[in-house]
């Protein structure tokens, strides 16, 4: 924790490339995750709820999915769940090395100056008034 996050870009579910670094200036939740995770798909409502209560407010999720299968998996899961929030393809799992992952889901925490506050293995519900107060004093945060 505390360290600058490595950049990465991948594609959205449109073909467009997205990088890390296109949100810096706001607080950005990296989720790892894939849809033949059950834990995964458990926190997905959630975190719909969390990009609900702060899009717009320098807040951004970017769920990067690890299914090999691409946007042919993705795109059906995203529609049946009503998720709104980026979802990122990454079916090399290229993520991988890159933030030390051991499993999925994981979600990094990343401030607006691009560091690293918090890793999260595991599912969480994210839709919790604990979680809410946490990223709207990061969202205010100003650089000290």
């Not at 670094?21 to 894939?34: E, P, Q, T």
């Not at 393809?89 to 401030?111: A, C, K, M």
Request: hydrophobic share 40%; aromatic share 12%.
């Amino acid at each position: 924790m505390g360290f600058p996050t490595p950049d990465f870009t991948f594609p959205d579910l449109n073909g467009q490339q997205v990088s890390l670094s296109d949100h810096r200036g706001k607080v950005v939740l990296v989720n790892i995750w894939a849809t033949w995770c059950p834990p995964c798909r458990q926190e997905m409502p959630s975190m719909q709820k969390l990009y609900e209560r702060f899009k717009g407010e320098n807040f951004e999720i970017l769920a990067v999915s690890i299914d090999s299968t691409g946007r042919e998996a993705v795109a059906p899961f995203m529609r049946k769940m009503n998720l709104t929030f980026p979802a990122l393809l990454d079916p090399r799992e290229n993520i991988r090395p890159l933030y030390g992952l051991t499993g999925v889901p994981e979600s990094f925490i990343i401030d607006k100056e691009g560091i690293l506050i918090k890793k999260i293995i595991g599912p969480i519900d994210w839709a919790t008034p604990k979680i809410f107060l946490f990223f709207q004093d990061l969202i205010k945060k100003t650089r000290s």
